[in-house]
């Protein structure tokens, strides 16, 4: 009975540290933090082609920004979403853009084109930065899969970060949910 009450208080033990793991990922500009400006390659957006910096661009309108590093289903997903999200709320000014981490990112536009013709993105501009790294200030962490934060007024509101599977639908709605956090 001792052997079977250690086991399960073990098990649980396990559980606990996988569950807080997965919520202990911090990649990115935290809560409070102000977003600086970075110039990324616009692949799909008003601006196709061209070096530019969407953070300047938006300035203190709500702004959803998403770092990926691999595109998966899931990932295309949330970005379909947070499209969605931002063309009904046009009359907010709200505005999001996706920045695509590579070290080749020449070879990351076919793709980038793809998702966004595939999964109909039509109010997020999907776009390529230089390096895998990320914006130095931006301190996207090496684990993290997907990034992504929302601001108003130059001011974080929102942080999620994802490594490799972590994105689930439930991940998803959350945040799709948070939106509403940068929403006046």
Known sequence: MKKFVVLCVMGLMVSACQLAT???LKSGLQVD?????FNVTDVTGPLAGKKLCYRCQYGSRPVVSVFV???D???AKLLKQIDEVVGKQEEKKMAAFV?????DPDAQEAAVK???EEQKI??????????????PKYKIAEKANVT????VDSNVKVNHAFAVGDLSDEAIAKVIQDTAKILN
Not at 124 to 129: A, D
């Open 22 to 24: 997965a919520g202990d």
């Open 73 to 75: 289903e899931n990932t």
């Open 99 to 103: 920045t695509v981490l590579s070290d």
């Open 33 to 37: 933090a102000y977003p600086d400006a």
């Open 114 to 116: 793809k998702t966004a």
């Open 69 to 71: 590093r691999k595109m």
């Open 122 to 135: 039509t109010h997020t501009p999907l776009t390529v930065y230089e390096n895998a790294v990320g914006p």
């Open 148 to 151: 992504v934060m929302m601001w």
